[in-house]
């Protein structure tokens, strides 16, 4: 089987969700609105609406992993939420490490010239599309 082309990568928050998606031939990735919602159960099947809507061959969720590899609490509840979201999904789902993808999209935004205000509505969806580009780099 060939490599997916159609990627959903997903930065987890407890209140924030970014997001982030390859196009239809795989080559270019764009972040997406992100989603406002904190109950697990409804964040999953709007996750999985999007990924069905872009019709995902692939959803990338990020792992937020210590920096010596191992699990803390957030990723203990970020891993909670993978099983709730790959119930919804009707595709694969993956994860990686999503450390500092954050920051690095603040710095990105900031880099960009976007003011603070701006940055922090942006930088979710493009933590996003950080764990899309890891992924991809990953595995190829």
């Given at each position: 089987m060939s490599a997916p082309r159609?990627?959903?990568a997903v930065d987890?928050?407890?209140s924030r969700?970014?997001?982030a998606a390859t196009d239809w031939t795989g080559t270019i990735a764009v972040p997406l609105p992100r989603i406002?919602?904190?109950d697990p159960e409804r964040l999953a099947r709007a996750i999985a609406?999007?990924?069905a809507e872009r019709e995902t061959e692939l959803v990338v969720l990020g792992m937020p992993l210590n920096v010596d590899g191992s699990a803390g609490q957030r990723?203990?509840?970020?891993?909670a939420f993978q099983a709730r979201l790959a119930a919804a999904l009707?595709?694969?789902l993956a994860t990686v490490d999503e450390s500092h993808s954050t920051d690095e999209a603040h710095e990105r935004l900031k880099t960009g010239g976007l003011k603070a205000a701006k940055r922090k509505q942006l930088a979710d969806s493009i933590a996003a599309l950080v764990i899309l580009e890891r992924y991809r780099g990953r595995r190829g």
């Open positions: 159609r990627i959903l987890y928050g407890d969700t970014g997001l406002d919602e904190r609406a999007v990924a990723a203990e509840r970020t891993a009707s595709c694969p």
